[in-house]
């Protein structure tokens, strides 16, 4: 061994090039392993070289003629060239400008106004085990104020889990996502998801709802940019694949697709025959 090999399996040399560049390809959480470097000395005697002593055997036993194996891998090949053409085609073409969001802000009003304030219960409860059985509870038709009596672990509970009328803004921001759910819930009686806050987990109820108001713009800009950039991807991407179809030579043989497809329901029309039972027969 020399130069830049960095280890050696049976006849398979693996440089150090190489082994950085199969650390570079691991998830953010795995590169976060290896910050030292006996982690990487780690990685690279407890994935690097089994991976490849694996890859060695798979080839031996010939697994890589196996024709499931190598259609799967011709799958891959394709999605991964696929997915780098469409990120490419995609490039440079899907940024939402200030202008873009503020012009969809104001034709859109509607979506962004909703009650001034709301009125909710809660049951609140300190631990995943009584809040399945919170649940649980809940999906066998049990009522709403009678388990916040129960179970809620704060002074709600005497009251069956009523906090009063809520606005905007109102609470602590570590109860933002409390505040989204409780604000997003449409009909008198509908019960929100599962929300954790540092308090607990929770799951909310409306009671009501009185008085409009319009969220500001700076409140709702990035679910906007983000709406937006989501729809423009999908935008250029059928156009691009469009464009694409229309300079292709796409030619179907429709007499083996009916044919085919003639043959596939004959089958299915056997097969429901065959477990029929047969009339007069007990």
């Known amino acids: 061994m020399g130069g830049k090999e960095l280890v050696r399996v049976n006849d398979v040399s693996i440089s150090y090039e190489e082994f950085r560049q199969i650390s570079e390809r691991q998830p ?14 780690e990685f690279l005697e407890s994935y690097v070289v089994p991976r490849e002593v694996l890859y060695q055997e798979a080839k031996r036993k010939g697994l890589d003629k196996d024709k499931e194996i190598q259609g799967k891998v011709e799958d891959f090949r394709r999605q991964l060239l696929t997915d780098a053409l469409v990120e490419e085609a995609l490039r440079g073409k899907t940024a939402i400008s200030d202008s873009e969001i503020e012009k969809y802000y104001k ?30 509870r809940l999906g066998q038709g049990g009522r709403f104020e009678t388990l916040a009596q129960t179970y809620n672990i704060d002074r709600s509970g005497g009251d069956g889990g009523n906090l009063g009328y809520i606005r905007r803004g109102q609470l ?45 713009l700076d409140q709702v800009k990035e679910k906007i940019r983000l709406y937006l950039q989501t729809k423009k991807k999908q935008d250029v991407y059928l156009a691009y694949v469009r464009d694409l179809k229309s300079k292709a030579k796409v030619t179907i043989n429709e007499e083996l697709w009916v044919k085919e497809h003639e043959m596939e329901e004959k089958g299915r029309k056997e097969k429901v025959e065959e477990v029929t039972p047969k009339e007069g027969k007990k």
């Not at 953010?28 to 000395?41: D, I, N, S, V």
């Not at 509607?110 to 649940?135: A, G, N, W």
């Not at 009185?210 to 969220?215: D, E, I, K, P, S």
Request: no cysteine; hydrophobic share 35%.
């Open 28 to 41: 953010l959480e795995g590169k976060m392993k290896m910050l030292t470097e006996k982690a990487e000395r």
């Open 107 to 136: 034709e859109n009003s509607d979506r962004f106004t909703e009650p001034r304030e709301v009125k909710v219960r809660h049951i609140v409860v300190s631990s995943e085990l009584i809040l399945r059985e919170v649940l649980a």
């Open 172 to 216: 602590d921001p570590r109860f933002a996502q409390f505040e989204e759910a409780a604000f997003s819930l449409k009909n008198k009686g509908d019960v929100s998801e599962v929300v954790k806050t540092p308090y607990g987990f929770h799951i909310i109820q409306l009671e009501d709802k009185r008085g409009t108001a319009l969220r500001p």
